[in-house]
């Protein structure tokens, strides 16, 4: 191994450079600090922790839900929290808008989520298997819609009388990346199931690499000296396309292995993953949405025979509408077992996407302060007051505990072998 001798002060300066610069979260380079918010995955864990085993901890999963749990924070005594996503009202946003134009509530996410914590509702009866899985993949898909949020915000401040600027139209970006992608190399996301799926559907586009350039070319489209109102709406629509890309497999996946060979477990992967993207269909195309919908209902006890393949077909005839085609989707695959066969080979026209972008340069700036936070309860109700997008995340100021380190260390090292 070689290295390359470099004199102290040309080490010393490159070094307080690199830890000056905000750190990548997998290959994407946020220009703001989105620390705390990526850390909402670690809530995520904690909430499928407590779901654990054969008595699910449903009260301390919900308490995670509604309070938080203290990984992501807005300060020492204010969490983030995922039942404060899950009512947000979102109204005037594309994605958002179209659940509420199928017939959903604001808090949609919300009704569900608990409804499968306490038992109540469509999941009155239904076993803890249907309810555990629900619960913890429901939270995946509101994390997915809340990341929708804040792309949305970001073209809007962009376009707000203040422009584009990295604090403001590029932090909120970086949220929805931060938000989707997580802390943890992508464990405990959105991001890792479509990894998952991709694997599943191995001749489909590879969705956790191929979204990468359109949040970096949406990125450069509302920072200042490069925004493009257009540029940064066709990156948040081609991203929302692969979104559905991966909830679709995953709804494919698990009906077609309900059908043939029934599994609680699977039945409710499949209903609560389509239910990520289904208000965004049905504004595409409402009658494949209400096919794949009833073909999915948590209520059923078995999937009958056809089912699979009805609303397979279905859906694939809304492709042109949704904007994707049977090559991105690709085929589920599955060598463990015999899959069903669908007499009706899926056929559309090719899609073309635009063009994405590689990663933006490195933004030197301060590191901030990783912050543990508890709530207030004299001053918190479970919601997220002040908006994420709505300002740069909180200071070391406020920190209660550990104060994070720069990790470039590898970098530095990748530098001088």
Not at 40 to 56: E, Q, R
Request: with cysteine; glycine share 8%.
């Amino acid at each position: 191994m070689a290295f390359i001798s470099l004199p102290r002060a040309t080490f010393s300066l490159l070094w307080l450079s690199l830890a000056l610069s905000y750190d990548p979260l997998g290959s994407y380079m946020p220009v703001s600090n989105v620390l705390e918010h990526s850390q909402i995955d670690l809530d995520v864990k904690a909430f499928n922790d407590a779901l654990k085993g054969d008595s699910p901890g449903y009260a301390a999963a919900k308490d995670i839900y509604q309070e938080g749990g203290g990984n992501s924070c807005k300060s020492a005594t204010n969490p983030r929290t995922l039942q404060g996503f899950a009512t947000k009202d979102l109204k005037g946003e594309s994605f958002a808008d179209a659940f509420y134009a199928s017939g959903l509530a604001v808090n949609f996410w919300d009704t569900e989520i608990l409804a499968a914590l306490d038992g109540t509702g469509k999941y009155n009866g239904l076993s803890n298997t249907k309810r555990v899985t629900s619960a913890k993949k429901a939270v995946l898909g509101l994390v997915t819609y809340y990341a929708s949020h804040e792309l949305e915000a970001a073209i809007q401040k962009a376009a707000g009388d203040a422009g584009p600027s990295d604090s403001g139209s590029g932090h909120a970006w970086d949220e929805g990346w931060a938000f989707y992608y997580g802390s943890s190399d992508g464990a405990n996301s959105p991001w890792e199931v479509s990894k998952k799926r991709d694997a599943n559907f191995p001749d489909g586009s590879v969705v956790e690499t191929a979204i990468v350039p359109y949040f970096n070319s949406g990125l450069v489209a509302v920072r200042a000296g490069t925004y493009s109102d257009t540029a940064a709406k066709e990156a948040r629509d081609v991203i929302y396309k692969m979104w559905a890309v991966t909830y679709l497999r995953a709804a494919y996946k698990y009906l077609e292995i309900s059908e043939r060979s029934y599994s609680e477990k699977a039945h409710a992967e499949g209903y609560s993953y389509y239910m990520a993207i289904d208000g965004w269909i049905a504004a595409k195309d409402n009658a494949a949405a209400q096919t794949m919908r009833t073909a999915l209902d948590i209520t059923q006890t078995s999937i009958p025979a056809g089912t699979y393949c009805a609303a397979k077909a279905a859906m694939e005839a809304a492709y042109p509408s949704i904007g994707i085609d049977c090559e991105m989707m690709g085929t589920w695959t599955d060598d463990s077992a015999t899959l069903t066969t669908c007499s009706t080979a899926c056929s559309t026209t090719k899609v073309t996407l635009p063009a994405g972008a590689d990663a933006v340069g490195a933004v030197s700036d301060t590191a901030s302060d990783d912050v543990t936070c508890v709530p207030d309860h004299d001053d918190h109700d479970g919601h997220d007051h002040d908006g994420d997008g709505e300002g740069a995340a909180p200071s070391g100021a406020r920190s209660m505990c550990k104060t994070a380190l720069v990790s470039t260390a590898a970098v530095v090292m990748g530098l001088v072998m």
